[in-house]
């Protein structure tokens, strides 16, 4: 069935630091991709999202490529902030709606200053 | 503009009871859906409304069932609870049934014991 790996965290990084979180899917058909944050204490919120292959999305400095020969959507941002810290989720949609979700797991980022 | 509001916060209940979650959608958004995370499989779609119909369900069994109302506030059901439905249970709401964002609730804390 489909579905979504991303990698496994904590992921700790130096504020300045670059981030690459890896997310690969498993999807019959051509998914819409998105990349979800938690911040502490708040509840989940859209990154951005890409619906097409070679599209890219991008918000608040992240940026990530819908690559179908990898069938990837790694997520990267060039110079972290302590504000980024938070749980980050890769998602795909199921059907055309884009409202039934797979998630992966979540990779928790720390940033220290 | 109010956000996605879920009550209660926090329940607790035992195991073979029935049990009752509350979800009032962002104003005009007429597309809920209700998502279970827990620690070991993550976030997983159960279902999702759209003008009073369930238009999409996920993989769950039958005593996890929902409805929407014609003000777009909906409810979610859990019969003859087990341990393992303990979990913080998600609402989202979207304007549209496309790739609209998903606007997420802070959630219920369901504690089964």
Redesign the interface.
């Known amino acids: 069935g489909d579905s979504v790996t991303q990698m496994e965290g904590p992921v700790t990084l130096s504020e300045e630091a670059f981030l690459t979180i890896n997310c690969t899917y498993t999807a019959t058909g051509y998914p819409?991709l998105f990349w979800y944050v938690q911040y502490p204490g708040?509840?989940?919120?859209?990154l951005l999202?890409a619906?097409k292959a070679d599209d890219k999305g991008s918000n608040k400095g992240f940026e990530a490529t819908y690559r179908k020969e990898t069938t990837s959507f790694h997520l990267e941002k060039g110079s972290v902030q302590v504000s980024d810290s938070a749980v980050y989720?890769c998602?795909l949609?199921?059907?055309?709606?884009?409202?039934?979700?797979?998630?992966?797991?979540?990779t928790t980022l720390s940033v220290s200053s | 503009k109010a956000g996605v509001t879920q009550t209660p916060r926090y329940l607790i209940k035992t195991r073979g009871q029935q049990v009752t979650l509350s979800c009032s959608p962002i104003s005009g958004h007429r597309s809920v859906s209700w998502y279970q995370q827990t620690p070991g499989q993550g976030l997983q779609f159960l279902f999702e409304y759209f003008s009073e119909t369930q238009r999409n369900k996920g993989n769950f069994p039958g005593r996890f069932s929902g409805r929407q109302f014609s003000n777009s506030r909906s409810e979610m059901n859990v019969s003859t609870l087990e341990l393992g439905d303990s979990a913080l249970y998600l609402c989202a709401s979207s304007p549209r049934t496309d790739n609209s964002p998903l606007h997420f609730g802070n959630g219920t804390r369901l504690t089964v014991t």
């Not at chain 1, 708040?42 to 859209?46: A, T």
């Open positions: 819409s708040e509840g989940l919120q859209l999202k619906t989720f998602a949609t199921v059907n055309q709606a884009g409202t039934a979700l797979i998630f992966g797991k979540g």
